[in-house]
DNA sequence: AAGGCGTGGGT
DNA sequence: TACCCAAGCCT
């Protein structure tokens, strides 16, 4: 048995049952999920995928909505850009494709919001196709179980993409079974932190366990702080203006903080990303919010 | 090519 | 309590 033959005979068993991973999701469903999931945990992305499939079950119809309803929608799951790159992603396809999902790696590459991960993701969960797909889960599980490391380092890069294709089966269907198996053995077992070895497919070979499970050497990556920063005004700044129903003055935006210069600051930097528009006075209003 | 970009839960 | 972490992307 290979690592990929026990990584899928253990996720037959051990799949969590996640509605994106039903049998009838759209390729639409399947990006959605995606991109919600870009930093964002399995919980959080749950009841919001719902809505979200819900009310706009096609890139069209979530294209014919201005962006403002897709920040609105993705309410609090975090990093709101990747609403707005959604919306445009379902534009672009509309645009390009004719409205459905293109199936080719690098059309999807060329959508705003898709990624590396993201666009091996969808060509090989929504549509089966042979690609390695690596997240932080499979770097840490090939990192270890093969590496014998503690962990991975901070970037996917092209080294990560050759491992984990050298681990893949030849067959596209149990490639890609592969893929999300080791996914979800990231997940679920092999956690960055307390990993659950017991309950471990690879337990008897993995290099890092024969080696003793060692942990990792040198300095941890910086942490990066939230209080007081710029990203946490434009959270403030968006929850105000996600909540309005028509334009905000900028009297209501400086409420939420104090320091003029950072406030100031980080409203520019919403308007320059796109999220925000300011109308002809001191109003605000989310992209594509502005009356008539 | 580091660093910016939200938010909340776990330890 | 303060981190640490969560299916990354973009510049």
């Excluded at 290979?2 to 399947?30: H, K, S």
């Excluded at 930093?39 to 819900?54: I, L």
């Excluded at 459905?100 to 060509?123: H, I």
Aim: some cysteine.
């Amino acid at each position: 048995m290979t690592l990929a033959d026990e990584a899928i005979a253990w996720y037959a068993v051990n799949a969590r049952d996640l509605p994106w991973r039903q049998p009838d999701t759209t390729p639409w469903g399947v990006l959605v999920s995606e991109v919600m999931l870009q930093q964002t945990p399995v919980v959080r992305v749950e009841p919001a995928w719902r809505s979200w499939m819900t009310r706009w079950p096609t890139p069209a119809a979530l294209a014919e909505d201005p962006p403002s309803e897709a920040i609105r929608m993705w309410g609090r799951l975090g990093y709101p850009r990747r609403a707005m790159r959604l919306h445009a992603c379902a534009v672009a396809i509309v645009e390009r494709h004719g409205g459905a999902v293109p199936s080719a790696l690098d059309q999807l590459l060329a959508l705003p919001g898709v990624g590396t991960y993201t666009g091996r993701a969808v060509a090989t969960f929504a549509y089966g196709q042979r690609h390695p797909v690596v997240d932080t889960n499979v770097r840490r599980v090939v990192c270890r179980a093969v590496e014998g490391k503690p962990d991975a380092g901070p970037a996917t890069t092209a080294a990560d993409l050759t491992a984990m294709e050298e681990l893949l089966p030849d067959d596209e269907a149990r490639a890609a079974q592969a893929s999300i198996a080791f996914m979800e053995l990231g997940a679920i077992v092999c956690t960055a932190r307390s990993p659950k070895c017991v309950d471990c497919p690879f337990h008897d070979v993995c290099a890092w366990r024969l080696r003793g499970e060692p942990l990792p050497e040198g300095p941890s990556r910086k942490p990066q702080r939230y209080a007081g920063t710029d990203r946490q005004v434009r959270g403030l700044l968006l929850e105000v203006l996600r909540h309005a129903t028509g334009p905000v003055p900028r009297q209501r935006l400086d409420m939420v903080w104090q320091d003029e210069v950072q406030r100031a600051r980080a409203l520019a930097g919403l308007v320059e990303d796109g999220l925000v528009e300011r109308l002809g006075g001191e109003d605000f209003v989310l992209a594509g919010d502005a009356p008539q």
